[in-house]
């Protein structure tokens, strides 16, 4: 997918009219993904307690603060979004492959992607989790702090991104998206 202003060029529309419909796109593939999650999985969110109870929690630090959870639901690769309010899930723990976090409150919520991790959950895990963030953050960097006041939607972005990086669908499925609004 082109940028806002390679689109905006060669489709000959104003840059901000291509960056509205980036945005409700945006929209679109972070609501598409949430009820996908809710479907495969019961719920979009963990409760934040999960973190604290994670295998692997003592290397994150000790004012580390949980972001999302990295899970695999079928071939996809999702994230589960933190919240001190969410229900208890119906899967098990040990489906988790680990979690983004931030090193501590300010970067969690200057969202500083210099101080985000991925912590695996296992030698297992690592070769999904720790890719998988990775291709994440590039993507944002690419943004260059846009990705800020919408943050979850950037994630889902991703997140769409990177599952279908290899079916080459995204085209057609944003399209789609578009269209139905």
């Given at each position: ?119 695996s959950r296992d030698s297992d895990s690592i070769t999904l989790a720790v890719p998988f963030w990775r291709f994440i953050k590039q993507g944002l960097i690419r943004y260059q702090g846009g990705f800020r006041h919408h943050f979850h939607q950037y994630l889902r972005e991703m ?23």
């Amino acid at each position: 997918m082109d940028g806002t202003a390679d689109t905006a060029e060669a489709l000959k529309l104003n840059i901000k009219t291509v960056q509205k419909y980036f945005s409700l796109l945006r929209e679109n593939l972070a609501k598409h993904a949430r009820l996908n999650l809710i479907q495969q999985l019961g719920s979009d969110t963990l409760p934040t307690s999960w973190f604290e109870s994670f295998s692997q929690r003592s290397a994150c630090g000790q004012q580390a603060q949980p972001l999302a959870a990295v899970t695999k639901a079928g071939d996809n690769l999702n994230l589960l979004l933190a919240s001190p309010d969410a229900a208890q899930p119906a899967f098990q723990e040990s489906a988790l492959l680990g979690w983004l976090y931030a090193l501590d409150n300010e970067s969690k919520q200057r969202i500083n992607l210099d101080r985000i991790h991925c912590q695996s959950r296992d030698s297992d895990s690592i070769t999904l989790a720790v890719p998988f963030w990775r291709f994440i953050k590039q993507g944002l960097i690419r943004y260059q702090g846009g990705f800020r006041h919408h943050f979850h939607q950037y994630l889902r972005e991703m997140e769409f991104r990177y599952n279908d990086r290899q079916k080459q669908r995204g085209p057609d499925i944003c399209l789609h998206f578009l269209a139905s609004e």
